[in-house]
């Protein structure tokens, strides 16, 4: 039974607009969440976090939301970059247990 | 700052033979440490993980185990490979208190080709 799904295997976006990254989750006490880049062969990149009693976190042109109602949070890049191309994974957790990861959404950046 | 190392970055074994991944961390002292593997256009699946030295739980039954002979040194190990245990292993660390429990930091990770 997968607790964190990101429904999307890969999104194409052109230059210049916006990527909106999508991850549900089944477990309502999932209290953390975190989103990562990962280019090839390399290990994830930590990008924005967010906890349960925010709904919304920006850093630069990262914005993370999360809506807990309906058990779902997006990650929002403006403006897309060639160089955002990656996997991004999501990743939840209930406070003092490990983290459950999505299986990860491979974006492309089209010039 | 924290620097987390693996090696090494690529491997190529036949069926049956040993394996021996390591994995060290530099710049923080009783870090919490995670094997995990991705296969192939899959997620990351969480193999290990160790509050401390000689504390290791498994998460999954499988062919691999590990083992963490100082603070800040993981091994992920088999006595036999299987072909099924090609992939891309990574190690990751978290802190132990304060915002860096948080988080976890990856590794640059090993791709391991079972043939």
């Known amino acids: 039974d997968q607790q964190v799904k990101q429904n999307s295997p890969s999104l194409s976006v052109q230059e210049g607009r916006i990527s909106i990254l999508n991850c549900d989750y089944t477990n309502s006490m999932f209290d953390y969440f975190l989103w990562y880049k990962k280019y090839p062969a390399e290990g994830p990149t930590f990008l924005i976090s967010i906890s349960s009693i925010k709904d919304k976190n920006e850093d630069g042109r990262f914005t993370v939301f999360l809506n807990k109602s309906a058990k779902h949070l997006s990650l929002h890049i403006v403006p897309s970059q060639p160089g955002d191309s990656a996997v991004y994974f999501c990743?939840?957790?209930?406070?003092?247990?490990?983290?459950?990861f999505g299986p990860g959404t491979r974006l492309s950046v089209l010039p | 700052s924290q620097t987390i190392h693996q090696w090494p970055a690529t491997l190529v074994q036949p069926v049956g033979s040993p394996l021996s991944l390591e994995c060290t961390v530099e710049g923080t002292s009783n870090p919490n440490l995670y094997w995990y593997r991705q296969a192939a256009g899959r997620g990351l699946q969480l193999l290990f993980y160790s509050i401390g030295i000689d504390q290791i739980s498994s998460e999954v039954p499988q062919n691999l185990s590990a083992s963490r002979p100082q603070d800040r040194q993981f091994i992920l190990s088999s006595k036999k490979l299987l072909l099924s245990d090609s992939g891309f292993y990574l190690c990751?660390?978290?802190?132990?208190?304060?915002?860096?429990?948080?988080?976890?930091?990856f590794g640059p990770g090993t791709r391991l080709l079972v043939l």
């Open positions: 990743a939840a957790r209930i406070y003092g247990q490990n983290f459950v």
């Open positions: 990751a660390w978290s802190g132990y208190t304060g915002l860096d429990k948080e988080t976890q930091y």
